[in-house]
């Protein structure tokens, strides 16, 4: 038993240590005329989701679309243009959704705001039905004194 769960995690260790090599290896398959621009490309690629996978960034992702995105940072890098006009060219033929942290725009509030607008509802949802669940009371009751003698009778036994 003890080396089935070993087993398991030396092959969870492993396959993080492999998932970095796929990233180097992607970023070998480029050649740059300096260390900087391949920093700013690996730095690019870090900042973009994949639009297939979606909780990836382009770097880490290896479907078709992101290799193709990332073959379009590579030239623009190669262009040597600005890190915002890279930024620029992906959100407009993208849209906001390709980025990681979205700008706050008219189109992008729900996207926002729109978790903290649930928790409020759920929130006062919640208060409402407290508010309106029935109070339990309780009810003393009156004995008369025949019943008062009959307890003390009672108790007394005891």
């Given at each position: 038993m003890l080396k089935r769960y070993l087993f398991i995690v030396?092959?969870?260790?492993?396959?993080?240590g492999?998932?970095?090599?796929?990233?180097?290896?992607?970023?070998?398959?480029?050649?740059?005329?300096?260390?900087?621009?391949?920093?700013?490309?690996?730095?690019?690629?870090?900042?973009?989701?994949?639009l297939v996978c979606q909780n990836e960034s382009l770097a880490d992702s290896n479907a078709p679309l992101a290799q193709d995105l990332r073959f379009q940072i590579y030239k623009m890098?190669?262009?040597?243009?600005?890190?915002?006009?890279?930024?620029?060219?992906?959100?407009?033929?993208?849209?906001?959704?390709?980025?990681f942290k979205p700008p706050v725009r008219k189109l992008t509030l729900l996207l926002w705001f729109g978790p903290?607008?649930?928790?409020?509802?759920?929130?006062?949802?919640?208060?409402?039905?407290?508010?309106?669940?029935?109070?339990?009371t309780t009810t003393t009751y009156r004995f008369s004194k025949q019943d008062r003698e009959k307890i003390r009778h009672l108790l007394s036994e005891y």
């Open positions: 030396l092959g969870f260790v492993c396959c993080l492999f998932s970095n090599l796929a990233f180097a290896a992607a970023t070998n398959l480029y050649s740059f005329d300096s260390p900087k621009q391949q920093h700013r490309f690996e730095n690019l690629s870090q900042q973009f989701r994949c890098v190669k262009q040597n243009k600005s890190d915002q006009q890279v930024v620029e060219y992906l959100i407009d033929r993208y849209g906001d959704f390709v980025t903290f607008i649930m928790l409020m509802i759920a929130l006062a949802r919640l208060f409402w039905l407290i508010r309106q669940r029935p109070v339990k």
